[in-house]
């Protein structure tokens, strides 16, 4: 059964970073576009910042840019979304999901983990 497992999340200060960590089992995450997504109370669900497959393809949301990045080690089969320089409103539920043709969209990814709180606050 495919999988999706985010790790990382926890309180920290303004200013401060955190790294998410996205895992998979089930199928080969090296090959999926994988996509990091938020939900914040009360909001929508929105795109942090997702990589295609092959790497060429990386999207930030203009919130985030300069602060978070995204990477992938594909010895550890993991995607890592490296955040600093948090804001109290980067305080969400962070998901990872992945699709072999995932975009920016939650509507396009089939494979969801259970989310993990981040939370910003002094």
């Known amino acids: 059964q495919a999988r999706v497992a985010e790790t990382g999340g926890g309180l920290v200060q303004p200013g401060g970073s955190l790294r998410l960590s996205c895992t998979a089992s089930?199928?080969?995450?090296?090959?999926?576009?994988v996509g990091w997504f938020r939900q914040a109370p009360g909001k929508e669900r929105e795109a942090v910042s997702c990589?295609?497959?092959?790497?060429?393809?990386?999207y930030y949301a203009d919130s985030v840019k300069g602060r978070f990045t995204i990477a992938r080690d594909n010895v550890k089969k993991t995607v890592y979304l490296e955040m600093n320089r948090l804001e109290p409103e980067d305080t969400a539920d962070y998901y990872c999901?992945?699709?072999?043709?995932?975009?920016?969209?939650?509507?396009?990814?089939?494979?969801w983990g259970q989310g993990t709180q981040v939370n910003v606050s002094s």
């Open positions: 089930g199928f080969d995450l090296e090959s999926y576009t």
């Open positions: 990589m295609s497959s092959t790497d060429e393809r990386i």
């Open positions: 999901a992945a699709d072999r043709h995932g975009g920016s969209k939650p509507g396009q990814y089939n494979h």
